[in-house]
T-cell receptor, first 111, second 113 residues
Framework: SQQGEEDPQALSIQEGENATMNCSYK?????LQWYRQNSGRGLVHLIL?????REKHSGRLRVTLDTSKKSSSLLITASRAADTASYFC???????????FGEGTQLTVNP | DARVTQTPRHKVTEMGQEVTMRCQPI?????VFWYRQTMMQGLELLAY????????DSGMPKDRFSAEMPDATLATLKIQPSEPRDSAVYFC???????????FGQGTRLTVV
């Protein structure tokens, strides 16, 4: 079964708005990553947050991690049409580097 | 620039045929993952290798799937015999032990008819 579950499954917003996606996971983790997948392409790493971190920023991306709730959120600010893609969270457990992905959020940014 | 290369990009085959998918990891990477992506199941980890040795292939149907790394520059995923339910996009990803980020190839879209 999937380690992570994203919420919402689909999100449609207007250009310029912020997009927030959430991820929940089940077991203890070393770190949590967010990946992006454009239609018909492979996944691309966006950002990583370690289990001892609570928030991290990279450009227009902001990631938070709450290990007590086993949840993370990805915020994309000032969205652009080019941000349209699927976004996945991925975790690797404390026992090894097996990388497990959630089900993804399909983000559509309308021009 | 460095990237994971998968071949073929698309494959259509008849049920019962053998399918071999190939992956060239990024030079120097010592960890290789095979994932399968479908609408119903999402991204499933089939197998992963460290220094060419399989660490975990519990996600792979053993009766028809096999994964190998003949050398450090080539990983293969074989299905024999293929079935329509194997239709999916198969991704290879590589990385370095101790570094969490995985680098994905463009995938092989497999259709079994």
């Amino acid at each position: 079964s999937q380690q992570g579950e994203e919420d919402p499954q689909a999100l449609s917003i207007q250009e310029g708005e912020n997009a927030t996606m959430n991820c929940s996971y089940k077991t203890s983790i070393n770190n949590l990553q967010w990946y992006r997948q454009n239609s018909g392409r492979g996944l691309v790493h966006l950002i990583l947050i370690r289990s001892n971190e609570r928030e991290k920023h990279s450009g227009r991306l902001r990631v938070t991690l709450d290990t007590s709730k086993k949840s993370s959120s990805l915020l994309i600010t000032a969205s652009r049409a080019a941000d349209t893609a699927s976004y996945f969270c991925a975790t690797d457990g404390t026992s090894g580097s097996r990388l497990t992905f959630g089900e993804g959020t399909q983000l559509t940014v309308n021009p | 620039d460095a990237r994971v290369t998968q071949t073929p990009r698309h494959k259509v085959t008849e049920m019962g045929q053998e399918v071999t998918m190939r992956c060239q990891p990024i030079l120097g990477h010592n960890t290789v993952f095979w994932y399968r992506q479908t609408m119903m199941q999402g991204l499933e980890l089939l197998a992963y290798f460290r220094n060419r040795a399989p660490l975990d292939d519990s996600g792979m149907p053993k009766d028809r799937f096999s994964a190998e790394m003949p050398d450090a520059t080539l990983a293969t995923l074989k299905i024999q015999p293929s079935e329509p339910r194997d239709s999916a996009v198969y991704f290879c990803a590589s990385g370095l032990a101790g570094i969490p980020e995985a680098f994905f190839g463009q995938g092989t879209r497999l259709t079994v008819v």
